[in-house]
């Protein structure tokens, strides 16, 4: 199983993710800025990501891990397709629209993990 | 008047913070109905989910507040200041109890005509920012008077918390800017500019001399 990283200034949307994760056997860090992320990217397998939150944001995250082979799958409430190009093209692997169902982002997560 | 680069951040924080609350609805409910969490784990995840429909509460209140500044839904209601301060704060009262609040009002006996509908609105988004903002068994000061000035003078409301204050940082484009900011939805006070900007009046923040914020609105009577 793997480790899996959720960032998101929401404390109640990590613990979510966090207990979905956990449950499926899967270890969760969570961080509640993008700093605090990449400050805990170190032996990640993927990364959940919001893209509004203070400091550099979801997208200066993309920026700052593009090119490290780490898969990031934003998870975003932002519905308007030019967010969604926007990550798309900054690396972001795939994006799922808040609100999500579990198996949405299980499958996303296990996709990202196959290499799908 | 609202311009369109407001109304789209407006909208955008509303679709926003709708997508984040529906999730968290969504998600801790269905982690409820599955059943296996613990009593404390339960409690936790209640407690999030009524954070997060009040926090929704806050943004609809906003909103539907904007939305009448904007539409021209204005009354010339009789306004008895200490009568409305009064009703404003009963209805405050449980979020003061909770946090062991003082609550004081002193002014004189004042009224003006005015849209009632609209300066409870303001009272209600500075009292609730102050009790909102304060530290536990802190003081909220509600204080009113007229001021003589150009023409017919004016009213003046101060609202003064015991809170940690706000940095000088912070403060600048407190009443401009729209989007969530620590523990707010952050259209309130952005409402306040607009609908006194309508009455004619303004509003002011500075530090309190006890570390607080001090609020500060000015209304010029009418003929």
Redesign the interface.
């Known amino acids: 199983m793997a480790r899996i990283l959720v960032v998101d200034d929401e404390r109640a949307i990590r613990r979510i993710l966090s207990k979905v994760l956990t449950r499926n056997g899967h270890t969760v860090v969570e961080a509640g800025t993008a700093e605090e992320g990449l400050d805990l990217l170190y032996g990640v397998d993927v990364v959940l990501l919001d893209l509004a939150m203070p400091g550099i944001g979801g997208m200066g995250f993309l920026s700052a891990v593009k090119g490290k082979g780490v898969p990031v799958i934003v998870v975003s409430a932002y519905y308007a397709e030019s967010k969604i190009d926007e990550a798309l093209s900054a690396g972001a692997r795939s994006f799922i629209v808040k609100p999500f169902e579990f198996a949405e982002v299980l499958s996303s997560v296990s996709d990202a993990l196959e290499g799908k | 008047m609202m311009d369109k680069a407001e109304m789209d951040l407006i909208l955008g924080l509303a679709?926003?913070?709708?997508?984040?609350t529906?999730?968290?609805?969504?998600?801790?409910i269905?982690?409820l109905k599955n059943g296996d969490m613990d009593e404390e784990e339960e409690a936790e995840q209640l407690r999030?989910l009524e954070?997060?429909a009040d926090a929704m509460k806050e943004l609809l209140d906003g909103i539907v507040a904007l939305s009448t500044v904007d539409a021209g839904v204005w009354q010339d209601d009789e306004i008895i200041v200490q009568d409305t301060v009064d009703e404003v704060l009963l209805g405050l009262e449980h979020d003061a109890l909770r946090k062991r609040l003082m609550m004081m009002t002193e002014g004189e006996d004042i009224a003006f005509k005015g849209s009632l509908w609209h300066f409870k609105r303001i009272l209600a988004t500075l009292l609730g920012n102050a009790i909102k903002f304060n530290e536990p068994e802190g003081e909220v000061v509600v204080s009113w008077y007229e001021e003589e000035g150009e023409d017919l003078g004016a009213f003046v409301l101060e609202v003064e918390d015991t809170g940690p204050g706000m940095s000088a940082e912070k403060m600048e484009g407190i009443f401009t800017r729209i989007g969530p900011s620590e523990g707010g939805m952050g259209v309130g006070l952005f409402f306040v500019r607009e609908a006194l900007s309508h009455m004619g009046g303004s509003i002011s923040v500075e530090l309190a001399e006890g570390g607080g914020c001090l609020f500060k609105v000015v209304l010029p009577f009418r003929r």
């Open positions: 679709a926003h913070e709708l997508g984040t529906l999730t968290v609805l969504k998600s801790g269905a982690l999030e954070a997060k």
